[in-house]
């Protein structure tokens, strides 16, 4: 089984500033690792995973994250927000292989301030 | 990319009624499709999972008398939310994985459907 914890349940950050949003998850296997966007009234998009390779990882929109194996973290930055990013950002992990279940983070909240 | 829609996407209805949402893959075959039901300003909590011509698995805790799912065809999965009352007002949303995939860990998700219980 595995476990996904967002520590901050908001985060507000001016125009243009950097922002990171912390995802810390559980897992006794490998695992593939996610960070979805849905803004009001809408479902998930993906804004980027991790599967294998490079622990950096790209996505889009400006956002990227670090997988982190030893610290178990998989935490999402952008070096620049526009009021456009305001939305809420869902990590998420699954085991590897076959049918797996994602577990979803509690979500944060970016509100992105003028 | 691979688009889910969702029908409808807003709904109202009675307690006691049943009501019926629709999720499709628009663009490829979706040998699994999820159901997720989530509450505002939370997460989005697994109800079932439904393989194409086999019965939906529940989790624990999901009344699967309630919630009826059927995954008719590999474009096509509907959950039925039956007898409704004000406490199954929800957003609901659905997501699928390309069954041509090799490693079919990436789900694709509908819009979701409000659904509120008068």
């Known amino acids: 089984a595995q476990s996904v914890t967002q520590l901050d349940s908001q985060v507000p950050v001016f125009e243009e500033a950097p922002v990171e949003l912390r995802c810390n998850y559980s897992?006794?296997?490998?695992?593939?690792l996610f960070w979805y966007v849905q803004y009001p009234n809408q479902g998930l998009q993906l804004l980027l995973k991790?599967?294998?390779?490079?622990?950096l990882v790209k996505g889009i929109n400006g956002f990227e994250a670090e997988f982190n194996k030893s610290q178990t973290s998989f935490h999402l930055r952008k070096p620049s927000v526009h009021i456009s990013d305001t939305a809420e950002y869902f990590c998420?992990?699954?085991?590897?292989?076959?049918?797996?279940?994602?577990?979803f983070g509690t979500g944060t909240k970016l509100q992105v301030i003028p | 990319g691979a688009v889910v829609s969702q029908h409808p996407s807003w709904v109202i209805c009675k307690s006691g009624t049943s009501v019926k949402i629709e999720c499709r893959s628009l663009?490829?075959?979706?040998?699994?499709m999820f159901w997720y039901r989530q509450f505002p300003k939370q997460s989005l909590m697994l109800m079932a999972t439904?393989?194409?011509?086999?019965?939906?698995?529940?989790e624990q805790g999901v009344e699967k008398d309630k919630f009826l799912i059927n995954h008719a065809s590999l474009t096509l999965s509907t959950l039925t939310v039956t007898s409704a009352h004000p406490e199954d007002s929800s957003f609901y949303i659905c997501?699928?994985?390309?069954?041509?995939?090799?490693?079919?860990?990436?789900?694709?998700f509908g819009p979701g459907t409000r659904l509120t219980v008068t």
């Open positions: 997501s699928a994985r390309d069954g041509r995939l090799g490693e079919t860990y990436e789900q694709y």
């Open positions: 897992s006794s296997v490998s695992v593939y």
């Open positions: 991790y599967l294998s390779g490079s622990t």
């Open positions: 998420a992990v699954s085991g590897r292989g076959g049918y797996q279940k994602v577990t």
């Open positions: 663009d490829f075959q979706a040998t699994t």
């Open positions: 439904s393989n194409e011509g086999s019965k939906a698995t529940y």
